[in-house]
């Protein structure tokens, strides 16, 4: 399979502040959402928007930045591979979660802002691996939330 893809690119606005926790290494992970919105007319000229939710997760010096610099409402560019989690619930059923693990992400401004953009990659913080998680504290259960 070494010819298999997974790579995901994505420009949205975060839908609310960042959630920073930190990992047993005192290392912080971001988990946050973005709105990826589109629109269309059908050819029966009815205007169509939609909007998709993306489930994304910063580690260490990216995890950072993004609880620094971004809040509800900012516009980002992110890239990261596609993962699916398997963790269990307080009652030990087993569940599931999908959200893209960014390693690249650049501000594109705040709502109304259109200040030059500021490019961020782990490469440049620091490498996005995982690690040891408190016990309390599940991988990113963030619910995929559609509108």
């Given at each position: 399979?070494?010819n ?5 690119e994505?420009i949205?606005?975060l839908?609310?502040?960042?959630e920073?926790?930190?990992m047993?290494s005192?290392?912080p992970?971001a ?9 269309y ?7 169509v ?8 997760v910063a580690?260490?010096?990216l995890?950072k930045v ?5 809040s509800?409402g ?5 890239s990261g591979?596609?993962?699916t ?8 059923n087993d569940r599931?979660?999908?959200q893209v ?13 259109s200040?030059?953009p500021t490019?961020v ?5 620091s490498?996005a691996?995982s690690g040891?998680f408190d016990s ?5 259960p963030?619910p995929?939330?559609?509108s």
């Amino acid at each position: 399979m070494s010819n298999d893809l997974n790579r995901c690119e994505f420009i949205g606005r975060l839908g609310k502040d960042p959630e920073i926790r930190y990992m047993k290494s005192g290392d912080p992970v971001a988990n946050f959402s973005i709105a990826c919105g589109e629109k269309y007319t059908k050819k029966n000229g009815e205007k169509v928007e939609n909007t998709e939710w993306i489930n994304l997760v910063a580690y260490r010096g990216l995890a950072k930045v993004i609880g620094d610099f971004l809040s509800k409402g900012s516009q980002v560019y992110v890239s990261g591979k596609y993962h699916t989690q398997k963790w269990q619930d307080k009652n030990n059923n087993d569940r599931w979660s999908t959200q893209v693990v960014i390693d690249n992400m650049q501000m594109l401004g705040s709502k109304g802002d259109s200040s030059t953009p500021t490019n961020v990659d782990s490469k440049t913080v620091s490498h996005a691996a995982s690690g040891d998680f408190d016990s309390d504290i599940p991988f990113a259960p963030i619910p995929f939330i559609c509108s």
